[in-house]
């Protein structure tokens, strides 16, 4: 078959990693980059051996004419991109969150049904060897499952800039969030009754109906519950950046071993050195039966590794028609978690789904 023609939209450290990935992957041609900085994309450019460059997303689309439309901008613009995308006939690759709305979310899937398109949201630990065994272990623990994760993020020069960026449309807690809702999700296999959340402006660098510390609290129909933080900005603390694990009545499991990087560092966001699983199962004398297992996970992929499978996963949707429906259904009940979260920050009230 021909190579797919791929317009990546959005230098910054996703769209790099996604480039790099179609530029490593035989089925796919770059026909555009496209950003609002001349300096990424000509930078980008430059590092896979030219590649043409668009300062406007329209202008793009129309010119290259592409078959794949790799998203990855700033929230509030993703909505937009994939509708154009997908009216322009062209598959689509998006970062999360899919769209601002559960609304609009729902709409852009309908789209992409009706034009028989194949749309990929950017969830990133779906693909990750070692998250996929942390959600299989999890499954074993029995019911219900209690799940404590969070990812707090020191930031400063660049990195706080994107993330005041980010804070133009959205929480940390509703944009990191919906990874690790949706592995709560995948590791239940049960539906979200209910949420509540708290959260706090700590600078005068953001709006102040924006909040840049946030916890949710979500309930589901088997009993089980789950919290998730997410903190970021100059003053956050990096003595709790990175806590996943996951307790049931048969024990529980942890990611552990995780590297003690700064939190600024995004391969640190994915990376888990181990996983190590308690057995809680005691003896006639109260002793615990068995020891702690730990599951080496040193081999796994980096980023941009981890951005290869993700593209790898498009390629074969597309070229073997696979069924996305249910991956797209999981996509809307994260977005509706983590914005029923934010609803309830608003409000100081627990949001029934």
Not at 61 to 89: M, Q
Not at 248 to 257: E, L, M, N, T
Request: some cysteine.
């Amino acid at each position: 078959m021909n190579k797919l023609k791929t317009l990546v939209v959005g230098c910054g450290n996703m769209g790099i990693s996604h480039a790099r990935a179609y530029h490593q992957l035989t089925e796919f041609e770059i026909v555009g980059l496209v950003s609002r900085k001349p300096e990424s994309r000509e930078k980008l450019s430059k590092e896979l051996g030219g590649l043409p460059t668009y300062d406007n997303f329209d202008t793009a689309l129309k010119k290259s004419k592409p078959d794949v439309v790799s998203i990855n901008t700033y929230p509030d613009t993703h909505a937009d991109y994939v509708r154009k995308s997908l009216n322009a006939g062209a598959h689509v690759f998006v970062e999360k969150p899919l769209a601002l709305t559960v609304e609009e979310a729902e709409e852009l899937v309908a789209l992409a049904k009706e034009k028989n398109r194949k749309m990929v949201v950017g969830y990133i630990l779906r693909v990750h060897p070692s998250w996929t065994k942390f959600v299989e272990v999890a499954r074993t623990l029995g019911k219900p499952l209690v799940m404590r994760m969070n990812l707090n993020q020191q930031s400063s020069g660049d990195k706080w800039y994107t993330h005041k960026q980010l804070m133009n449309s959205m929480s940390p807690i509703v944009d990191c969030g919906v990874h690790y809702v949706d592995i709560m999700c995948l590791m239940t296999q049960s539906i979200p009754i209910s949420v509540s959340a708290i959260g706090a402006n700590l600078s005068k660098e953001i709006d102040a109906k924006m909040y840049n510390y946030g916890q949710l609290q979500v309930r589901f129909k088997d009993s089980s519950v789950g919290w998730y933080e997410a903190g970021w900005g100059p003053m956050m603390s990096e003595t709790a950046v990175f806590i996943k694990d996951v307790i049931g009545p048969k024990g529980a499991v942890s990611i552990s071993d995780n590297p003690k990087d700064s939190s600024q560092d995004i391969e640190g966001h994915t990376k888990t050195g181990s996983l190590q699983l308690h057995y809680s199962e005691l003896n006639e004398e109260g002793d615990f039966v068995k020891k702690n297992d730990f599951i080496r996970t040193e081999d796994e992929p980096d980023h941009d590794g981890l951005c290869l499978l993700e593209q790898e996963y498009l390629f074969n949707a597309i070229v073997n028609d696979h069924d996305l429906s249910s991956h797209l259904t999981d996509a809307i009940n994260s977005l509706k978690i983590v914005l029923a979260a934010d609803e309830s920050v608003r409000t100081g009230k627990t949001v029934i789904l």
